[in-house]
């Protein structure tokens, strides 16, 4: 089993900046990708960011120059640097990983349990 854990969230003011973190244990061979998604009420779960395992990263156009996805392979960790944070980034941000948990390579699909992220005007 494998879990993952985020942490970081909270409130912060217009302008300001955050740095969200999600570490993975239990039973992991690799990581593939690892990734930031949000959802704000009443709408649907949105991509924010990805990383590959070797480093690419892909952003939702929204928050391309404010927001700098990385990670540490060493510790299954992945960050999202979040900066000039405006209140519609408000909503619950779920770290998401690709794992292979045996030598078959064979990849399940992990969610973290959520972090609030509140940006007031």
């Known amino acids: 089993q494998v879990q993952l854990v985020e942490s970081g969230g909270g409130l912060v003011q217009a302008g300001g900046s955050l740095r969200l973190s999600c570490r993975a244990s239990?039973?992991?061979?690799?990581?593939?990708?690892m990734g930031w998604y949000r959802q704000a009420p009443g709408k649907q779960r949105e991509l924010v960011a990805v990383?590959?395992?070797?480093?690419?990263?892909n952003y939702q156009d929204s928050v391309k120059g404010r927001f700098t996805i990385s990670r540490d392979n060493a510790k299954n960790t992945v960050y999202l640097q979040m900066d000039s944070l405006k209140p519609e980034d408000t909503a619950v941000y779920y770290c998401?990983?690709?794992?292979?948990?045996?030598?078959?390579?064979?990849?399940?699909?992990?969610w973290g349990q959520g972090t609030q992220v509140t940006v007031s005007s």
């Open positions: 998401h990983g690709r794992v292979a948990t045996s030598i078959s390579l064979r990849l399940y699909d992990y």
């Open positions: 239990g039973t992991i061979f690799s990581i593939n990708a």
């Open positions: 990383i590959t395992s070797g480093g690419g990263t």
